[in-house]
Nanobody, 125 residues
């Protein structure tokens, strides 16, 4: 059974940083595309970034324009955990953040297969 568990959310001031974690059981991240999305109440789930590792040092990644240069996806293979490092946080980054896995590098949430339960990030100004 596949399970994704996010953690690391919390309250941070504008300009601060947070690192979200997504730990997987039942699958190995290196075989999938890993995506991060976020959602605020009343709005659709929004693409944040996604990544596919080709090798230990080679990958394809895509990020939303709104987070490009501030957010970075990485992994710790031994722990089968993926991270979303978020720097220079803004109030508009406030949302519930979800990790997800799929087979295609895509910004479309409908094309991902498994989802975590989400973790709340609140950026205060």
């Amino acid at each position: 059974q596949v399970q994704l568990v996010e953690s690391g959310g919390g309250l941070v001031q504008t300009g601060g940083s947070l690192r979200l974690s997504c730990a997987a059981s039942g699958l190995t991240f290196s075989r999938y595309v890993v995506g991060w999305f976020r959602q605020v109440p009343g709005k659709e789930r929004e693409f944040v970034g996604c990544i596919r590792w080709i090798s230990a040092l080679t990958y394809y990644a895509d990020y939303a324009d709104s987070v490009k240069g501030r957010f970075t996806i990485s992994r710790e293979t031994a722990k089968n955990t993926v991270y979303l490092q978020m720097n220079s946080l803004k109030s508009e980054d406030t949302a519930v953040y979800y990790c997800t896995v799929g087979s295609r590098l895509t910004t479309n949430s409908l094309e991902y297969d498994y989802w975590g339960q989400g973790t709340q990030v609140t950026v205060s100004s």
